[in-house]
């Protein structure tokens, strides 16, 4: 298999590389070095690489005993912070993205974190080495999409590569309903079939093995380098993968032993990113898809700095010296009973998704009417709970580095994804504020609204939750509202980064 892939490599690459610079030479190699890793650790163990590497770190770890943890803790975050502000402030100036906005970008993140650390639960059991860590993970994963050629020709094939192999659902949808329904643009026929069909691909890569793999090669380095439990650490890389509920039935088994911060940190993985299987709603809708992947990634790191400073860990997770992937209690049969199993989940989701925002906007309007019923009394023209809340969020926005002209505009939006949902916020920001938002505006309000932070995922992640681990029910429910905004202040954060470097 790696002659014959080598043999395609170089027969590719003598045709293609002398035609000149082609993104999908950079992703063709970056798929045969991961094949050759893959490969070369299916014959060698990896001790040869883990061994070196905790020997190096045992040492350090010898010649700095003498020093205080919390000097070297203190030391560690001015470094990073030096890090980020030297990056950011180097970078040339553009009328798009002046230092003033970037600094005003910088000081919305630090007020950000703060303000979640000063409502934390336990100030004297956060570990700064896990925050610190994740905000210069973030940080970097941003800088390299933001400010490389690579970076950004990655994260544009994956968007284009997601849009393309979502966008197939149009031909079941197609045979099914007829070619002028497809074509017909309408919510429902644009998304859900999509849903379906990546709930189906989804249990298809599990039945194969593919997916747990990944969660737990990609779940082994974050447990190693930020600290935290083997079920924290699934969760929340496969959150952007499957979303809020479908994460946590990763962990199912774990689910009634886990402590009350890691259940708080497996439900802020959920709010804080969107799924896979909305994803191509949002970009059907026009939204940039590079910007919703790179967030999705970015809120991995983001959303176990933000939980671990609200809600510390102050017991000893049952997994917290291992990753583990429970295998499936019923396998599938095959490939097409997986993918039947996947798009019967899909349905579900689908209808869910229905039932919310049904119910949700119904909800909605019925008490913004009575508001403006009241604004009439005193001449208060269509008061709202999306006017109240937006001039709120208004100091929010502002410290997210949007533009001044925008930052009412901005602010409504947030209060649309919290009091509805995202999908309506991002409808808002593709039709209503299209023309009126200043394309730096525009981009950071796309990352700030990334994610099922709002009032109806608070109900579905309790429900979801509550059914897995009955006995847990009056916890869930206790740290959902706490889960939920800790999500949102995870996407401030990452539009933050992201108004320091556009």
């Excluded at 553009?94 to 409502?119: C, H, K, N, P, Y």
């Excluded at 229905?354 to 005193?378: H, Q």
Aim: glycine share 6%; aromatic share 12%.
């Amino acid at each position: 298999m790696w002659l014959l892939f080598t043999g395609f490599l170089a027969a590719a690459y003598a045709l293609q590389v002398p035609k000149g610079y082609n993104p999908e030479n950079l992703i063709l190699g970056l798929i045969y070095a991961w094949f050759c890793i893959y490969m070369f650790f299916s014959h060698v163990s990896t001790d040869y690489v883990t061994k070196p590497w905790n020997i190096a770190f045992a040492f350090i770890n010898r010649q700095l005993s003498h020093i205080r943890s919390w000097i070297l803790s203190l030391v560690y975050a001015i470094f990073v912070f030096a890090v980020i502000a030297i990056t950011v402030f180097s970078l040339p100036e553009s009328d798009s993205s002046t230092r003033i906005q970037r600094l005003i970008a910088l000081a919305g993140m630090i007020l950000f974190l703060l303000f979640v650390f000063a409502t934390s639960t336990n100030h004297r059991a956060v570990k700064w080495n896990t925050i610190t860590t994740s905000i210069l993970l973030q940080f970097l994963l941003a800088l390299f999409v933001f400010r490389s050629q690579a970076g950004h020709d990655i994260f544009q094939w994956a968007s284009t590569f997601a849009q393309g192999y979502l966008s197939k659902a149009w031909h079941g949808t197609s045979f099914v309903f007829g070619e002028n329904v497809a074509n017909s643009g309408l919510f429902a026929v644009s998304v859900f079939p999509a849903v379906i069909f990546f709930a189906a691909t989804v249990q298809v890569l599990y039945y194969i093995n593919a997916l747990q793999w990944l969660l737990r090669k990609c779940a082994s380095v974050f447990r190693a380098i930020l600290g935290v439990s083997g079920a924290e650490a699934v969760v929340a890389v496969a959150s952007p993968f499957l979303g809020q509920g479908e994460n946590a039935l990763l962990i199912k088994p774990f689910l009634p032993l886990l402590t009350p911060a890691e259940m708080h940190q497996i439900m802020t993985s959920g709010f804080a990113t969107i799924s896979g299987s909305v994803l191509y709603g949002y970009i059907a809708m026009g939204v940039s898809g590079q910007a919703l992947l790179t967030s999705c990634i970015m809120s991995i790191p983001c959303s176990l700095a933000i939980s671990k400073l609200r809600y510390p860990e102050t017991g000893v997770p049952i997994t917290k010296d291992k990753v583990v992937v429970p295998p499936s209690q019923e396998k599938p049969a095959n490939i097409l009973h997986a993918a039947g199993e996947g798009a019967a989940i899909g349905i579900n989701i689908a209808l869910l998704m229905t039932a919310n925002l049904i119910s949700l906007l119904a909800l909605l309007y019925a008490v913004n009417a009575a508001l403006t019923w009241i604004g009439n009394f005193l001449t208060i023209h269509e008061l709202t709970l999306q006017l109240i809340t937006g001039y709120i969020f208004v100091p929010v926005v502002w410290f997210m580095g949007i533009e001044n002209k925008d930052v009412l505009l901005v602010g409504r939006l947030l209060a649309n994804k919290i009091w509805a949902n995202e999908f309506v916020a991002y409808d808002i920001l593709m039709t209503t504020y299209k023309d009126l938002l200043s394309e730096r505006s525009h981009i950071i309000s796309t990352y700030a609204l990334c994610g099922f932070a709002n009032l109806g995922s608070v109900g579905l992640q309790i429900g979801v939750l509550s059914a897995l681990a009955p006995k847990r029910a009056g916890d869930i429910s206790r740290l959902a509202v706490s889960a939920m905004i800790c999500g949102a202040v995870s996407t401030w954060v990452s539009a933050s980064i992201a108004g320091m470097l556009i």
